[in-house]
């Protein structure tokens, strides 16, 4: 049976989790994730003073790392439908240069071809409709600008997919409740959303389907994340 991605679902779910967010991604892959933003940023390589936008920014993780690399130049614009994560990345916000604002990502606020750049990290997979999410983040990226899309994959090698699987099935889960009770099996879901989700060249023809091209992807730590780019065309 597929996961559940309803909009109220996924909301509640991360508004349950929200206080223990940071701590439980920093924990479960032993700080690894704050290389992968960083990865990230530098493979998306910003290159002028427009802005940019991160969605689904949960507590703005990946918003905060491009604030950092761009230094000032460019603001940040970053969004999520939750508002208990919302707050939160408010309270680590030091400067005005990220603008948070509560917004899904299946219908963003913005006009047509307006940011350089357009982010997000973990969080395509919980977009109700992955094509929808893409062709809404390529519909407000400029001509000739980013999308770029950070995510849970499946290791290529054989024992070490097996074995991060198990604990991924077993282990995490459990772990995850514990740490972080909640009513919506968030640590759970976790898995069964990454296992659903496509990846290598299946995301990447679904990003070309959304309007991208020259897309590629970019395997990390074994394949535990993948880092996934693509351009909007030119205009003619």
């Known amino acids: 049976m597929p996961v559940d991605k309803s ?21 479960l892959s032993a700080g690894t994730d704050v290389y992968w933003r960083w990865q990230a940023v530098r493979m998306a390589s910003p290159f002028n ?8 920014t949960g507590t703005g993780d990946l918003a905060f790392a491009f604030r950092k690399k761009l230094n000032g130049t460019a603001t940040v614009f970053a969004t999520d439908f939750t508002h208990g994560m919302l707050k939160l990345a408010e309270v680590k ?11 899904d990502t299946l219908s963003l606020p913005f006009p ?35 999308v770029l899309v950070l995510e849970f994959s499946l290791p290529d090698n054989r024992l070490l997919s097996h074995a991060y699987q198990w604990y991924f099935r077993n282990i995490l889960p459990r772990l995850g409740q514990l740490l972080v009770r909640n009513r919506q ?36 730590t074994g394949g535990i994340a993948t880092v996934y780019l693509g351009n909007k065309p030119e205009r003619p």
């Open 7 to 27: 909009g109220s679902r996924i909301r509640q779910m991360f508004g349950e989790i929200a206080g223990r967010y940071d701590f439980m991604n920093h924990f």
């Open 49 to 56: 003073d427009s802005p940019i936008l991160d969605v689904c």
């Open 93 to 103: 916000r030091s400067d005005r240069d990220v603008v948070f604002l509560e917004a």
């Open 112 to 146: 047509s071809d307006k940011f350089q750049v357009v982010s997000v990290a973990f969080g395509l997979r919980n977009v109700s409709s992955t094509i929808g999410g893409l062709k809404e983040m390529t519909r407000v990226c400029q001509p000739g600008g980013k």
């Open 185 to 220: 099996a968030a640590y759970e879901y976790l898995p069964q959303s990454v296992s659903e989700f496509p990846s290598g060249s299946e995301l990447t023809g679904i990003m070309e389907e959304a309007g991208l091209v020259n897309t590629s992807f970019r395997k990390m």
